[in-house]
């Protein structure tokens, strides 16, 4: 209790320390979920140093020691609390703006805790206290009474306690300018918290959840008729509409230690008050967990002072500064190193067209390292949290010099955090070349899409010569073979693969963009009139004559013979078999591109994966990173494409095994360009799923088409906007699971 008490008091004396939470070390789910919910810039340890290893280990450089909280101001030499930032510049704020004006006494007051008796530790944990605070030069109760006309009432637990509702206690004021964004969950926005005011576990876990931004009223269940004014408060101000449909209530919270027959007791008496319709709640919240299909207990909100848009432009991987906001209470004698500290958080967009660099982070260690070392240099501290990049500040910085991240290199640090070291293969090297040269994945490369273009490549990829005709033929055919039939009105038919296109698609528009983006090179064949030898050239090769490049003779073109324009195939499309199979990845890549939607998405071409020691080797044919668009949480995608040849058990055992090296477990992707999965490939993909592997299962269907409304029309819904929803229906309509 002493130990928290202290906290209690260092929240009193700080900004924003309404919103701090207090964790214990156990039980030890508990302690991980308070860190992951609240994401803390700066750990005090109260604990004589009892925290376990892993702890140190993940926080080494946020945790600060008692001793740590006390120092010299620079500029005056007076001892002074400089953890973040202290009340005094914030009551000068409060007292310039408002107070200056105002009558000789306010509603601000201190509730004294020294008379309380038994109920000292109540008073504290619910109005706030500086009885515990660490000794310095700066007497925090007289400077609070004096810059906001302060009184100081004393606790009497027996008389109605309506007057200290009325009151603006300590714990409040450090709320000061502080804005709540997000924080719903399960748990009502208000509370009414049912506990025992002697129970040391009912007083903290009242802290945290008040600390997550909730309005909340301590209902101590031995003087429970004397809160009749704070229930009702809350009651009151918990009844408004969510929606036009749904309307908020509060909830009764039941605390750990009390009875349920306790609780029931104080739940009829609230009843009795008319104060509307309640709902009870006799389980405790738990703080960061996550749970598929559950929105989750409680979350907490964000805080934040003030905010800007800040444009920043990239240009020859160099970006230029944005400037940083500063507390706006912290004026010229406050502004000295040391004496204060706050964050800065950044969250970035853009950049959409140019993947070779990310602006959205998954928050993981080793991704945390390559920003810290390449992204923001020259800042004191920087970490990822939940909404974004975080930096630590001690003295206020006009601009920030930013140097984008390479996206290979966010892929890089995913991999090496579970022990695999990247190389690139050569398909992946193909298929990186192949987007460039097109101009960008979602835009540039849906020609990719359609079966007969594909057909086409794979066959001018392999030395054949085709005419225009001939093209034609091949992607407008509905002649079925065994794996289906290129040309099909109803994926096709919409889709636009050319700026200016009019109408529905046809034949036209799909070649005027493949010479326009040069995938085929028109020429012709020519015979020479002195060897006899034939062989095909390329239009830059001749004007009116061409040399022969077997006799090197100089002749003139024979115009004037029925010779039909022929094509090849273009520089990387020459590879054989469509550059490695590199097509396959990258129509299936489009795919996730445009399912990703409000998120950033960016990709990696096929890389070879190998253990640290050597002992494992992995090749996948790409990786996609989905990061959400307001915050650092994260999907990895590890995919493998293939054009008409089957899956194999040893492929699909090796995706499973990479998968079960991660924490965040990857979504497994497997595409074909068939229009449908074999019945062993279904059988190698259910047994996936059965192991409990996140899996999605693309076929043509899925792949071709540019919206998969009318592919979904009879899956569970039609909507598939995310990877979750996609690997529903995927598994719904390919593998007949449920």
């Not at 950049?351 to 390559?370: A, L, M, T, Y």
């Not at 984008?404 to 990247?422: C, I, N, S, W, Y």
């Not at 054989?576 to 990696?604: C, F, H, K, P, T």
């Amino acid at each position: 209790m002493d130990a928290t008490l202290r906290a209690v008091s260092l929240n009193s004396s700080i900004w924003g320390g309404i919103y701090n939470p207090i964790v214990p070390l156990i039980p030890k789910n508990e302690c991980t979920g308070l860190l992951t919910a609240f994401d803390p810039d700066v750990l005090v340890d109260l604990t004589g140093g009892r925290q376990d290893r892993e702890l140190q280990e993940k926080y080494e450089h946020r945790i600060l020691q008692p001793d740590d909280l006390v120092s010299a101001q620079s500029r005056t030499g007076k001892k002074n609390l400089t953890l973040g930032i202290n009340i005094l510049p914030l009551l000068q704020h409060i007292y310039d703006e408002e107070n200056i004006f105002l009558s000789p006494t306010s509603r601000v007051a201190i509730v004294s805790p020294d008379e309380a008796g038994v109920w000292s530790p109540f008073v504290s944990f619910v109005y706030g206290s500086f009885a515990h605070l660490p000794q310095a030069d700066v007497d925090f109760p007289k400077a609070f009474l004096k810059a906001l006309r302060a009184q100081t009432l004393v606790f009497d637990p027996t008389a109605d306690l309506k007057k200290y509702e009325e009151i603006i206690p300590p714990i409040q004021v450090t709320g000061y300018d502080l804005q709540l964004l997000g924080g719903s969950a399960s748990l009502s926005s208000h509370i009414i918290y049912c506990g025992d005011h002697l129970n040391w576990l009912d007083l903290v876990e009242f802290w945290n959840i008040r600390a997550t931004g909730r309005t909340v009223a301590f209902v101590p269940v031995h003087n429970y008729q004397s809160c009749e004014h704070a229930t009702r408060r809350v009651a009151t101000a918990g009844h408004y509409p969510i929606n036009p449909q749904i309307e908020n209530d509060a909830d009764l919270q039941k605390a750990p230690s009390i009875s349920e027959q306790q609780f029931t007791e104080v739940c009829d008496w609230i009843t009795g008050l008319g104060a509307g319709a309640l709902s009870r709640r006799t389980w405790r919240p738990r703080f960061g967990i996550s749970v598929e299909w559950y929105v989750g207990d409680i979350h907490v909100a964000d805080t934040e002072a003030e905010t800007g848009e800040e444009m920043s432009i990239l240009e020859d991987s160099r970006m230029t500064p944005v400037k940083l906001i500063a507390p706006a209470m912290l004026g010229d004698q406050f502004v000295h190193r040391g004496d204060s500290q706050w964050s800065v958080e950044i969250q970035m967009r853009g950049g959409w067209q140019n993947d070779d660099f990310i602006f959205s982070f998954p928050r993981e260690p080793e991704v945390e390292k390559v920003v810290s070392r390449s992204f923001l240099g020259s800042s004191r501290e920087c970490r990822l949290g939940r909404n974004g990049v975080v930096i630590s500040l001690d003295h206020p910085k006009s601009h920030l010099y930013l140097s984008p991240v390479r996206t290979k290199d966010v892929f890089g640090a995913l991999f090496k955090q579970v022990g695999l070291e990247t190389e690139p293969s050569l398909p992946g090297k193909y298929m990186e070349q192949i987007i460039r040269k097109m101009g960008s994945l979602q835009f540039d490369c849906r020609l990719f899409k359609l079966r007969g273009v594909r057909d086409v490549i794979n066959r001018l990829s392999n030395g054949s010569v085709l005419t225009k005709g001939n093209m034609y033929d091949i992607v407008m055919s509905t002649v079925p073979d065994k794996y289906g039939q290129n040309w099909r009105p109803e994926l096709y038919e919409h889709m636009v693969v050319r700026t200016g296109q009019k109408g529905k698609l046809e034949f036209g528009p799909i070649f005027d963009e493949l010479l326009a983006k040069r995938v085929v090179r028109p020429g012709l064949t020519l015979t020479c009139q002195n060897c006899f030898a034939s062989d095909w050239y390329h239009v830059s090769e001749f004007t009116e004559e061409y040399v022969c490049r077997f006799c090197f003779s100089s002749q003139r073109v024979n115009f004037g013979s029925k010779h039909e324009w022929q094509f090849r195939a273009d520089g990387l499309f020459q590879i054989e078999n469509s550059a490695l199979g590199s097509i396959a990845g990258i129509a299936a890549l489009w795919r996730l591109e445009e399912v990703q939607g409000m998120s950033d998405g960016r990709y990696l071409p096929s890389v070879n994966l190998r253990e640290s020691d050597g002992a494992r080797e992995y090749e996948i044919d790409y990786a996609y990173l989905i990061v959400n668009t307001f915050t650092t949480a994260y999907n990895l995608v590890l995919g493998q494409a293939k054009n008409f040849i089957d899956f194999t058990e040893e492929e699909t055992k090796k995706m499973a095994e990479l998968a079960q090296k991660f924490a965040n477990e990857p979504y497994l992707v497997f595409s074909t360009l068939k229009d449908a999965f074999s019945d062993s490939e279904k059988a190698l993909l259910k047994a996936l799923v059965d192991g409990g592997c996140k899996v999605v299962a693309l076929t043509r269907l899925e792949i071709d088409p540019y919206y998969l409304y009318d592919r979904f029309e009879h899956a569970p819904n039609r909507y598939a906007n995310s990877l979750e929803d996609l690997s529903q229906k995927t598994l719904y309509l390919n593998l007949d699971l449920h």
